[in-house]
T-cell receptor, first 115, second 114 residues
């Protein structure tokens, strides 16, 4: 079974600075998808960014970018120019490209933005 | 974009009673619905996967007789917590597939059993 590990329970960053959240995963599959989700205090899950494993190019969405290292099974999220609204729980998630489309989530990282 | 309406957002029930949580896709057909449970400050744990018109597939360790899932139509899936006990208190989230957006999450239900 696939597992996702986020080794940083909490992170903090100064407003306008850059922060990187770590995620590693374990799988024997070669084709899959990886996601970063944001869960603010409202608890509504919000998709931040998505990466297809077959794509070598790292995904970017405005201030959010990933560093996808397939061989190392690493999928970190970089947030540039951090804003107060970025404060939330961040979850890394894995989905197989085959079979069930279920998402497997990591433990989450609570990000605090210091003004 | 796609929307999944989840109700109720909060519910308090007495121990021994049953509670039904609904997830309704408003503008798309939810071919598959996933039900997750989230304990305070913890991750989302998949409980079951439901497809319209078929029995739900439960994850290992999830009591299928306690957590009844029904996906009778392409727009509605329900989770019923039967004979609820305080240890069932948690945050329950549904998410549906069926659009180009990928996963559409409901807003969650906070269940408190007293």
């Amino acid at each position: 079974a696939q597992t996702v590990t986020q080794s940083q329970p909490e992170m903090s960053v100064q407003e306008a600075e850059t922060v990187t959240l770590s995620c590693t995963y374990d799988t024997s599959e070669s084709d899959y998808y990886l996601f970063w989700y944001k869960q603010p205090p409202s608890r509504q899950m919000i998709l931040v960014i998505r990466q297809e494993a077959y794509k070598q190019q790292n995904a970017t969405e405005n201030r959010f970018s990933v560093n996808f290292q397939k061989a190392a099974k690493s999928f970190s999220l970089k947030i540039s120019d951090s804003q107060l609204g970025d404060a939330a729980m961040y979850f890394c998630a894995y989905r197989s490209a085959k079979g069930a489309q279920k998402l497997v989530f990591g433990q989450g990282t609570r990000l605090t933005i210091n003004p | 974009g796609a929307v999944v309406s989840q109700h109720p957002s909060r519910v308090i029930c007495k121990s021994g009673t049953s509670v039904k949580i609904e997830c309704r896709s408003l503008d798309f057909q939810a071919t598959t619905m996933f039900w997750y449970r989230q304990f305070p400050k913890q991750s989302l744990m998949l409980m079951a996967t439901s497809n319209e018109g078929s029995k739900a597939t439960y994850e290992q360790g999830v009591e299928k007789d306690k957590f009844l899932i029904n996906h009778a139509s392409l727009t509605l899936s329900t989770l019923t917590v039967t004979s609820a006990h305080p240890e069932d208190s948690s945050f329950y989230i549904c998410t549906a597939t069926g659009t180009v957006y990928g996963y559409t999450f409901g807003s969650g239900t906070r269940l408190t059993v007293v």
